[in-house]
């Protein structure tokens, strides 16, 4: 079982960046994709972006060219780098992984992004 804690969000402006980080800890048996999901208030929770353990990435169309996912093997650490934010992108961010972009198994507690108009 892998442990998982978020870490960043906050409050930004419209237009402004934000970065968030995730840190891993205990088995990586089956972990060989980490991803950020996010959930706004009223909607489902998305696959904002996944990497694999070897750098393939994967975007939503919503985030493209504007969020930026990358890992640091020795770390263990994950993060997801947000510029040019629009209030859509508000949503509580959670980290997870799993052995494929398709099923995740493992998930952290979520940290609040708020992008203000």
């Known amino acids: 079982q892998v442990q998982l804690v978020e870490s960043g969000g906050g409050l930004v402006q419209a237009g402004g960046s934000l970065s968030v980080s995730c840190a891993a800890s205990?088995?990586?048996?089956?972990?060989?994709?980490m991803g950020w999901h996010r959930q706004a208030p009223g909607k489902q929770r998305e696959l904002v972006a996944s990497?694999?353990?070897?750098?393939?990435?994967n975007y939503a169309d919503s985030v493209k060219g504007r969020f930026t996912i990358s890992r640091d093997n020795a770390k263990n650490t994950v993060y997801l780098q947000m510029n040019s934010l629009k209030p859509d992108d508000t949503a509580v961010y959670y980290c997870?992984?799993?052995?494929?972009?398709?099923?995740?198994?493992?998930w952290g507690q979520g940290t609040q992004v708020t992008v203000s108009s």
């Open positions: 997870a992984t799993g052995p494929n972009r398709w099923n995740f198994r493992s």
């Open positions: 205990g088995s990586f048996f089956g972990a060989n994709v």
């Open positions: 990497i694999t353990s070897g750098g393939s990435t």
